[in-house]
Structures are given as C-alpha cells and as structure tokens.
T-cell receptor, first 114, second 114 residues
C-alpha cells in the first residue's frame, strides 16, 4: 500500500536561512507528488507538484522540491526563509496506476524565527 | 472567481446525532473530494466524486457517506456521531479530478462532537 512520511513534526529555522521540510514516500509505481501549505484558519493551498520530467520543480512563494527516485524522497526547500513562511506543510502522493487515492503525510509545522 | 465554499463553518453536535456538511466547488470544477483533518492523524482522504459518481473512497466506516449533485455541489453526511469524529472536514475541488491536477481547498467545517 502506498504511504507518505514526514519525519519531523516541527522544524525551526532562523529568518534568512535555507529551509528544508522532509518527505519520503512508498508507492509501487511512478508517483505523483505534491506539497500543500496551510496557514492559520485557512484551507490548504497548492505549492508545487512532480508528475514527470525534471527532478527539480519550482512552485509558489519561492519554494522548490527535488524528486529523488532512489531515495524515494521529495523534500521541500527554500533558499531564504521568511517569517511569513511559518505554516503547516503537507506532502501528498498519488499512484495513478494503483488505487489513485491521494495520501497525505501528517504535516510538518514550520516556524521561522525572526 | 469564487473559491471553494464550505458551510457551515462550525458545528457542535452530541454523540449519536447525524450531521450534513455542504461544499460548493469552484465554478466549472466537476470533481469534489473530502478530507478529515485531526491533530493526531493529519489529513485523511474520505471520498471523491465526479459527475455525481463516487470515484474513490478512503478507509472510513459506512457512517460516513456523501453525494454530489448535478451542479457539482457536494454534501457529506456522518450518522451516529462519535466523539472521535470531532475534526476539521475539508472539501477540495478540481476541474476533472485527474491524478495530476492540483486541488483547491475550502476553509473547512470544524465539527465538535460532545
């Protein structure tokens, strides 16, 4: 069965430093991978996705993620963190040739310290 | 263009009661999916509808059901409420529900079961 793991419940980063939010997945086929962000009292917003092609994908608000098939990872990164990046981040995976259900990780709370 | 609209925003019910939540997708979107968000379990997929047909279903008991109308609006029903059903219920829409499409989320309905 497919699964996705976000090993860190919380990540603290100083403003201006690079940030990484980790995500690993397990699917039998070729995955579709997504990152979503949830700001306080709001629904989730799409950040970026990997379907096929270039392993490095760029998304909204200066975020990017790298698909690593050998390590089955899709870590979210940003070169320079902003206080406004503080939010809850969810990684998600779909196996379009499997049952095609979207599976979300449990989320990682990102705190950017001023 | 209006976003995904969920009503009501907050609900308080007692054990054993039933509840109906409503979701209006973005105009032109024909796929609607539902999710349960809790602090311990993160975000879990409930079901997905496209053109009034349930296309996929998560691992929830039969007390959780849904439907979609011809105008793409969707409702979710939970019968015989349990304390553990307390959660934020999120609805998302997409144009066709294709595996690679991004989801647009509503702000959710916060359900408290007493």
């Amino acid at each position: 069965a497919q699964s996705v793991a976000q090993p860190e419940d919380q990540v603290n980063v100083a403003e201006g430093n690079p940030l990484t939010v980790k995500c690993t997945y397990s699917v039998s086929g070729n995955p579709y991978l997504f990152w979503y962000v949830q700001y306080p009292n709001r629904g989730l917003q799409f950040l970026l996705k990997y379907i096929t092609g270039d392993n490095l994908v760029k998304g909204s608000y200066g975020f990017e993620a790298e698909f690593n098939k050998s390590q089955t990872s899709f870590h979210l990164k940003k070169p320079s963190a902003l206080v406004s990046d503080s939010a809850l981040y969810f990684c998600a995976v779909r196996d379009p040739r499997g049952d095609d259900k979207i599976i979300f990780g449990k989320g990682t709370r990102l705190h950017i310290l001023p | 263009k209006a976003g995904v609209t969920q009503t009501p925003r907050y609900l308080i019910k007692t054990r054993g009661q039933q509840v109906t939540l409503s979701c209006s997708p973005i105009s032109g979107h024909r796929s609607v999916s539902w999710y349960q968000q809790t602090p311990g379990q993160g975000l879990q997929f409930l079901f997905e509808y496209f053109s009034e047909t349930q296309r996929n279903k998560g691992n929830f008991p039969g007390r959780f059901s849904g439907r979609q109308f011809s105008n793409s609006r969707s409702e979710m029903n939970v019968s015989t409420l349990e304390l553990g059903d307390s959660a934020l219920y999120l609805c998302a829409s997409s144009i066709t529900g294709n595996s690679g499409e991004k989801l647009f989320f509503g702000s959710g309905t916060q359900l408290s079961v007493l």
